[in-house]
């Protein structure tokens, strides 16, 4: 299969950017309280939750947003959309259909976006929330 993205952000793979607060993140240099870590992806919760479950997830590598992704990083979302659904259990989502999740990813300044590097929220659990 092949797909017709932007050929944007190679510059930025595999490396990192050291004044990215999420960068220091995945660094360890900040703290964080972690849901799942592996190879190539970073999940770790919200520090100002808007529902009763609220995490991220991020690449590794320092992409600034979902408008810098491209081909080569359709095995990566893939697998982060995978494990939305497994971990949005894990930390206390209750099961479809009553239940459930949202995912959201803002994306530049008319997104809403004030961290860039690309991060998808996950957010669940019984309502009302703060937000949405
Ligand atoms: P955005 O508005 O860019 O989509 O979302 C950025 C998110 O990062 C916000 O929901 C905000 O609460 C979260 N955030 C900002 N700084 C920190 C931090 O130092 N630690 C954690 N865990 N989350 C953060
Ligand atoms: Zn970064």
């Known amino acids: 299969m092949s797909l ?3 050929p944007q952000a190679h510059d930025h793979l595999g490396h990192t950017d050291p004044n990215c607060l999420f960068c220091k993140i995945v660094a360890g240099k900040i703290p ?3 849901v799942y ?3 190539e992806i970073f999940i770790f919760h919200d520090i100002h939750p808007w529902a009763p479950v ?3 997830m991020i690449p590794k590598v320092h992409i600034p947003s979902l408008a810098h992704v491209n081909e080569s990083h359709v095995g990566l979302l893939g ?3 995978v494990l939305a659904s497994k971990l949005a259990l894990q930390e206390g989502c209750n099961p ?3 239940g459930g999740f949202r995912l959201l990813s803002n994306t530049g300044a008319e997104g ?3 961290v860039h590097h690309l991060h998808i929220h996950v957010m669940g659990g019984p309502r009302p929330w703060l937000k949405g």
Do not use: T
Request: glycine fraction near 4%; hydrophobic fraction near 30%; charged fraction near 30%.
């Open 79 to 81: 697998r982060m959309m």
């Open 112 to 114: 809403g976006q004030e």
């Open 96 to 98: 479809y259909p009553e």
């Open 32 to 34: 964080s309280k972690v």
């Open 4 to 6: 017709s993205l932007p």
């Open 37 to 39: 870590q592996d190879d």
């Open 54 to 56: 609220h995490f991220l």
